[in-house]
């Protein structure tokens, strides 16, 4: 599970779950560079941030199950159709409480709980071991991503000072500067990812056991994806 930066649409955004992730090889650093632009990522990543650390209180106490893990798999894609898009934003705007974010916003949310109820799930445990995968997933697959979105940006620099006369003082002082607010934001983002839980108890082998599937179906929701 392991791939390169760049921003990713879980199937679990009907749900509100907006994170940044990592994924397939093509981002590089001048993607990374790109998503330092225009006035809300401060306001992203304090949302990110707030995200991260009610998920890992939410999480914390959880341990995936085989019954739990292989329920979630098969329920994981159909969770696109939850919410529409507009419903989904409604969603996100009410868990955000305060300083704070509220997965008991989206557990008591009328439409999800009729979901539930059509598949026979209960809408909390199911929830919770859903939120924990998507927690160890995010995790393994961002770690290594960022440090080699990291690892990545000196090549950008060389390359932008050896551009230096040919783009002129200004252009190059640009070009650094969203070079470093770059990097800032990869490390930030990384500290906010290293929170994150590590498998726990009998976890590790069962993440082991279905890594298969999880890699199949988890990693189904590409921006694009028919």
Known sequence: MRHALRRRRLAALPLALLVVTVSGP?????????????DGLAAMQERVST?????????????????????????????????????????????????????????GDPTYVAWCGERGLEPEPFFRQFLRLQALWMREESLGGLSRALEELPGQRAEIDAAR??????????????????????????AMMEQLPVPGGDEAALLEKHEGRIRDTLGQDEPGRE
Request: hydrophobic share 45%.
């Open 26 to 38: 093509s981002a590089r650093g001048q993607e990374a560079v790109a998503l330092t632009e225009g």
């Open 51 to 107: 995200f991260v650390e009610a998920l890992v209180a939410y999480t914390k106490e959880v341990r995936l199950t085989e019954a739990g893990l292989e329920s979630v798999l098969d329920h994981y894609l159909a969770l696109e159709d939850v919410h529409g898009e507009e419903e989904a934003q409604q969603v996100v705007e009410r868990a955000f409480r305060g300083d704070g974010y509220d997965f008991g916003v989206v557990v």
């Open 165 to 190: 006369e040919q783009m002129g003082e200004e252009a190059y002082a640009r070009a650094v500067a969203s070079l470093e607010e770059a990097q800032a934001m990869i490390a930030q983002t990384r």
